[in-house]
Nanobody, 114 residues
């Protein structure tokens, strides 16, 4: 059964960068489209970026355009979310999810603050 573990979050100053990882076990991530989502305090879950099985960028939120990118490392069975030029409004718990699977990871906290 697919299991997802997010990592790489932390506290960063505005303008800084972080790379989040979504590591999978129990199944190959290559078999899925993968999405990154986030939930900011007091707000609904938001879709951030999705990558298709063929590594095409299916979707990205307007708020992260030009700043966030998604990539895969098939050898490691990991999907990354590279976040640059971070802003305080990017503060949230970030989750990854595989399409067609109900599985969610525990999330990783990203805090952007001076």
């Amino acid at each position: 059964q697919l299991r997802l573990v997010e990592s790489g979050g932390g506290l960063v100053h505005p303008g800084g960068s972080l790379r989040l990882s979504c590591a999978a076990s129990g199944s190959r991530l290559d078999s899925y489209a993968i999405g990154w989502f986030r939930r900011a305090p007091g707000k609904n879950l938001e879709s951030v970026l999705c990558v298709g099985r063929s590594n095409d960028d299916n979707f990205h939120a307007e708020s992260v355009e030009g700043r966030f990118t998604i990539s895969r490392d098939s050898a490691k069975n990991v999907v990354y979310l590279q976040m640059n030029s971070l802003k305080p409004e990017d503060t949230a718990v970030y989750y990854c999810k595989a399409s067609g699977s109900p599985v969610w990871g525990q999330g990783t906290q990203v805090t952007v603050s001076s």
